[in-house]
């Protein structure tokens, strides 16, 4: 297991080589000056000079390259060239912003996602298969742009019941940051009113980000416990008298569980990469902004230093689920 | 069974270890930047509970705020809050073009033989939020301070105040003398000396925190001003939050105790925030927004012409608009009323490189549609019918809320009516600038904010080839136009050099490469409590807070 996972991390670092060469050599090609954009239009020509000097921008293309892996190796992210601030404390500020609201909408894909499936299954063709089918086909259909505004000129505007855009109501104060998760944080601080407050304002971009994956896992569950629940082990389960709840829960969902997973480490993905335009109609201040923002300004420090979260996170989710493979099922050894 | 416990507890316990590893990944090592701000601080107005009744929400897009550290900032969201925090010697009253003392109590302009000799009494009562007196070595090392840290806005005071750390001194505790070369206009230099950049920090605070960069990480967590707000807290990306300082010497204290900037870059989200209530005043209302809320009862509309001057313009060393009739051409071809209209009144039509508000401006638009003189003008020039000319355009939204490329096409079937093409190209704006700085555009639509309050900031810009500024991006080398501006800026008497500026204006008008069409407004909506908003877009802040009540 050991040996497992040192080489999926060993995999790792030949991704990060390959992310960052993709996108520096990418944002070589765009034909506009970075230095230039980000002082803005009034900016003098000498004022540009010197900024482009001071970035190493009028290095040779591959000499700038091997600063900036040489840097990265450190663990040195380089300086934003429009925040002119180091990426990672960019990162580290609006990170867990969308950390924080993957999770939620994971959270909702698997505790939706899940047992609608399991129930759609269990009364194949029935008016709650048929329900669950076309809530599948909605949430499958909706743009998210289109679900967020929905949502919230229902919820927030009209009827009022749930706040609007933000992490939190502008009058509160955040927690104390400790993992910058809002929620984890307020909990750990005992900080209620907070916690309440930060629950409430995930619920609608969590709905909002999770109702795609929630159809795809729905509809995933569905058709994989339909395989199991046809398996002749499962007759004779059910032949030797085992009860129902067992049958189902020990036999035939556990067996169904493994292609689910498969899909919930490939949603987390999709999760992070949707979250950029539920950020946008949420006003949510995460990575997603950051990063359209720094694409726009040609701030490819920042753009790689996005990428390179990303493409950590990826993987890291994908090994995550094989290792829940041989969790689930002990035929599967990772190593 | 027994077998296998241990080796399933090791899955589950590096299970477990990979959720974390994920989670640190994503997650900060626990940085303490926003306590340390809010702790010393926020608890100074004790007094006066902070209750939604005394506190203003301005909700306005705020993406561009890089930071709060006044010799730094130099985005409109930045300099809101730094404006509203800190105080500079001089200032504009809200609404009002003179220039009055703020931290001085008056000042002198001084003929000193080779100098110019300005000599500022700071006011004895000027003290900063720690309680301690504003003092001439503050401003000495603020001042020095923004020359040593030497980013965007530095260049104001190197460059047109042409200020150095031997050329300012302090004369006595309460007395600072700048003296600056006579190709320096001293009134160009004092309005710069409103600008934030030369702001005046606390020593005793900032000093301690320099690090390795002159303290500007630290003042984006901390304030070290005079002004009446200090700072709260800044939670990137999402809000700036500012509560009134109780040590304000300036006037009388703020009504709202505490205010929250919050960036909402989404109209949609903005127009939603002032409906509910749950904003108290937002930035930037779009026609579409502004239709929507027109019959709101609880929202009041505020438009304020800003600075901004939007102009289409030629490179005056590519044919035909090498030719100065070609130029005249394009300006008697467009439609300047239809344009207009495109903006619904979010904008008013101004054909002058002097923005109005400024002094200099004239008031004089000389052109109006006439598609003979210009068929004719075009014909003098050589240009053909059927001729095609590039017109390169931002994508996005433009100043006054209406597309860039909307304006364009207006333009462009102007000049169709009298046989020209205008290819439109769209281009994002970075890339458009990198290209128009390097003279490489035909045709484009762009516009231009003066750096500070006078008419100098947009004069050499647009009429001096050798600033390296607009006249320079449009190959406009016109050695009359060049004289008059330096001519303009460093003349002293008002009176002479308003009539300077009437000519500079007059002549770039009908010689130079510019079309200039419009001067956007911005609008605001407020609710209707809100009382004591005004938007000055030549002073700074542009908006005073402190003046707000509700």
């Keep these: 297991m050991a040996a497992f996972i040192l080489r999926r991390l060993g995999g790792l670092i030949f991704v990060l080589i390959g992310v960052s060469l993709l996108t520096f050599f990418l944002a070589q090609m765009v034909p506009a000056d970075p230095a230039g954009a ?54 580290r500020d609006f990170l867990p912003a969308t950390v924080e609201l993957t999770l939620a909408a994971m959270l909702v894909t698997i505790v939706l996602g899940i047992p609608l499936g399991i129930i759609a299954a269990l009364n194949r063709n029935t008016w709650i298969d048929a329900s669950a089918r076309i809530l599948a086909l909605i949430g499958g259909a909706m743009p998210i742009f289109y679900v967020g505004l929905v949502l919230l000129g229902v919820f927030y505007r009209q009827l009022q019941w749930l706040p609007g855009p933000g992490r939190l109501d502008s009058t509160l104060q955040p927690p104390m940051q400790i993992t910058g998760l809002y929620t984890v944080d307020a909990l750990l601080t005992g900080n209620w009113p907070v916690f309440a407050n930060a629950i409430a304002h995930l619920i609608l971009p969590a709905i909002t980000l999770g109702l795609f994956s929630t159809a795809v896992l729905l509809r995933m569950t569905r058709s994989s416990m339909l395989e199991m629940l046809g398996q002749d082990y499962v007759r004779t389960a059910k032949a030797k008298g085992l009860g129902e709840r067992v049958v189902i829960g020990r036999h035939v969902f556990k067996n169904a569980l493994p292609p689910i997973l498969t899909i919930v480490g490939i949603l987390f993905g999709s999760l992070l990469s949707g979250a950029v335009l539920t950020e946008t109609i949420f006003n949510w201040p995460g990575i997603g902004r950051y990063a359209t923002t720094s694409v726009t300004t040609l701030d490819y420090p920042a753009v790689m230093g996005v990428a390179l979260v990303a493409a950590i996170i990826y993987p890291l989710a994908n090994t995550l689920v094989d290792i829940g493979y041989s969790i689930i099922d002990p035929r599967v050894r990772a190593d | 069974m027994n077998g296998r416990q241990p080796t399933r507890f090791w899955r589950w316990a590096l299970l477990l270890m990979l959720v974390a590893m994920l989670m640190s990944a994503c997650a900060p090592a626990a940085a303490p930047s926003a306590p340390a701000a809010g702790g010393e601080q926020a608890a100074a107005p004790a007094s006066d509970a902070i209750t939604r009744d005394n506190t203003l929400i301005f909700a306005a897009d705020m993406t561009d ?27 504009f009253n809200p609404g009002e073009p003179e220039i009055v003392g703020v931290l001085a109590k008056a000042w002198e302009i001084a003929d000193a033989g080779d100098v110019w000799s300005m000599t500022f009494t700071l006011n004895p009562d000027a003290k900063f939020a720690s309680g301690n007196p504003v003092t001439a070595d503050d401003v000495i090392f603020s001042w020095s301070r923004a020359l040593d840290v030497n980013k965007s806005p530095t260049w104001l005071l190197t460059d047109v105040c042409q200020m150095t750390k031997e050329n300012v001194v302090a004369v006595d505790a309460g007395t ?32 301690p925190n320099m690090g390795s960069d002159f303290g500007e990480t630290w003042l984006n967590d901390h304030s070290a001003g005079s002004g009446p707000y200090v700072l709260n807290a800044w939670e990137r990306s999402a809000s700036v939050t500012l509560d009134a300082n109780p040590n304000w010497w300036g006037g009388a204290a703020p009504a709202m105790k505490r205010v929250i900037l919050q960036n909402m870059p989404e109209p949609a989200n903005r127009q939603a925030a002032i409906e509910t209530g749950d904003a108290d005043i937002i930035q930037d209302v779009g026609p579409e927004q502004a239709a929507a809320l027109e019959g709101n009862p609880d929202v009041t509309l505020v438009k304020g012409l800003s600075t901004l001057l939007a102009y289409a313009s030629v490179n005056a060393s590519m ?37 109005i508000g400024f002094a200099g401006h004239t008031g004089n638009n000389p052109f109006t549609q006439d598609l003979e003189k210009a068929k004719e003008l075009f014909a003098k020039a050589g240009v053909t019918e059927g001729a095609t000319i590039p017109f390169i355009v931002a994508t996005g939204t433009g100043p006054g809320g209406v597309e860039w490329a909307t304006i364009a096409a207006s333009i462009q079937a102007d000049l169709a009516q009298i046989g020209i093409n205008l290819d439109i190209q769209q281009m994002q ?55 008059l501006s330096k001519q303009a ?61 509700k």
């Design chain 1, 38 to 91: 980000a002082l803005g239009s009034n900016a003098r020509e000498e004022q540009i000079a010197a900024y482009r000097k001071q970035l190493g921008l009028d290095e040779p293309v591959v000499v700038q390259y091997g600063i900036y892996m040489s840097r990265l190796l450190r663990g040195d992210l380089g300086n934003s060239i429009r925040t002119r601030r180091a990426v990672a404390d960019d990162l």
């Design chain 2, 65 to 91: 705020i890089i930071t709060l550290d006044p010799a730094v900032a130099y985005e409109f969201g930045g300099i809101l809050p730094v404006g509203n925090m800190y105080e500079t010697l001089v200032s």
């Design chain 2, 176 to 207: 600072v003398e700048l003296k600056i070369p006579k190709t320096v206009s001293p009134n160009v230099c004092l309005s710069v000396l409103t600008f934030t950049v030369a702001a005046v920090v606390e020593k005793a605070a900032v000093e």
């Design chain 2, 319 to 355: 044919p035909p608009f090498d030719n100065p009739d070609a130029r005249q051409a394009l300006r008697y071809a467009i439609n300047y009323d239809n344009i207009i209209t495109l903006l619904g009144g979010n904008g008013e039509l101004v054909q002058e490189i002097i923005p």
């Design chain 2, 429 to 483: 704006q970075s890339e458009l600038l990198t290209k128009y700085r390097a003279q490489e555009l035909p045709m484009l639509l762009m516009n231009w904010g003066p750096d500070f309050t006078d008419p100098d900031a947009n004069g050499t810009p647009f009429s001096n080839y050798e600033a390296k500024s607009l006249a320079w991006r449009n190959s406009w080398n016109d050695p009359k136009a060049i004289e």
């Design chain 2, 489 to 549: 800026a460093v003349e002293l008497d008002p009176a002479k050099r308003v009539e300077l500026y009437a000519q500079l204006t007059e002549y770039v008008q009908n010689n130079g490469p510019f079309a200039m069409l419009f001067q956007p407004a911005r609008v605001y909506a407020l609710r209707n409590n809100v009382q004591g908003f005004i938007y000055d877009p030549g002073d700074t802040p542009s908006i005073s807070l402190w003046l707000i009540s």
